[in-house]
């Protein structure tokens, strides 16, 4: 009888080794999920700001062109910078490996998704891709209306 009262007056301290083990498997299962996650995230936000220059850089060409005659931008067709250019038409010298890709494209002005051939169009549409190393990053497009009487 001392000996039933004995043991079950023992109390354990401590972990097991099995204890122990699925602990750790715990711990490191989402230790290596929670960096993946960061991971994930810091990607996602170098191609979140890839895109935000690309997209400013296609802007860019876009601004310029409209302070541009409309006589002189059919002459910006298959115009390409790189270094690309800011909305004055100067080099931005800090981004190498960017690159603006131009093309412009005569179109009817009663109906602008029909391309014609003309030297002297009422109607162009005005298409940047903007590449990063050689990646395509974005692309814009818009019509511009020649507005002399």
């Known amino acids: 009888m001392d000996r039933r009262y004995s043991s079950s007056r023992h109390c354990r301290r401590g972990f097991t080794l099995i204890e122990a083990m699925l602990t750790t498997i715990i711990v490191g299962v989402a230790f290596t999920a929670m960096l993946q996650l960061l991971a994930a ?5 170098l191609k979140a700001g890839e895109l935000t220059t690309g ?18 931008l059919p002459a ?5 910078y790189s270094p ?22 005569s179109v009817n002005p009663d109906n602008i998704q029909q391309n014609i051939v003309d030297p002297t ?7 940047v891709v903007v590449n990063h190393n050689n990646q395509h990053v974005c692309d ?6 020649d507005g002399t009487p």
């Open 76 to 80: 910006l067709n298959n115009a390409a």
């Open 121 to 127: 169009p009422a109607a162009v549409r005005i298409s």
């Open 84 to 105: 690309p250019k800011d909305s004055r038409g100067v080099d931005i010298t800090s981004l190498s490996g960017w690159q603006q890709k131009i093309t412009v494209q």
């Open 140 to 145: 814009l497009s818009w019509y511009v209306f």
């Open 55 to 72: 997209v400013s850089l296609a802007r860019n060409i876009r601004e310029y062109s409209l302070n541009t005659k409309f006589a002189n």
């Open 41 to 45: 995230g810091t990607v996602n936000n």
